[in-house]
């Protein structure tokens, strides 16, 4: 069994910065690909950032240059630094990792619950 928490959410003003954290824990072999999707109200979930295990990484041109997503693997923990957070950035945040548990010899992906960002204006 494998869980996903994330932490760090809130609400900030416009401008500002946050950290979400999400860290996995669980009957975990080996963590893969994590990343941050985010989903506005009435709107479709979206990738917003991306890892790999060597650290390469991915973003949606809405946040390139303003977020960075980065993991510690000894941790199971992926973070996402938002910085000049805008109006438009105010969603759920979740986070996904594709993990190899001991009893499943294939990855799987997991969700965590999501944390809800709020930018003022």
């Known amino acids: 069994q494998v869980q996903l928490v994330e932490s760090g959410g809130g609400l900030v003003q416009a401008g500002g910065p946050l950290r979400l954290s999400c860290a996995a824990s669980?009957?975990?072999?080996?963590?893969?690909?994590m990343a941050w999707y985010r989903q506005a109200p009435g709107k479709q979930r979206e990738l917003i950032a991306g890892?790999?295990?060597?650290?390469?990484?991915d973003y949606a041109d809405s946040v390139k240059g303003r977020f960075t997503i980065s993991r510690d693997n000894a941790k199971n923990t992926v973070y996402l630094q938002m910085n000049s957070l805008k109006p438009e950035d105010t969603a759920v945040y979740y986070c996904?990792?594709?993990?190899?548990?001991?009893?499943?010899?294939?990855?799987?992906?997991?969700w965590g619950q999501g944390t809800q960002v709020t930018v003022s204006s």
């Open positions: 996904n990792a594709d993990i190899m548990t001991y009893s499943r010899s294939s990855l799987y992906a997991y």
């Open positions: 669980g009957s975990i072999f080996r963590t893969n690909r």
């Open positions: 890892i790999s295990r060597g650290d390469s990484t």
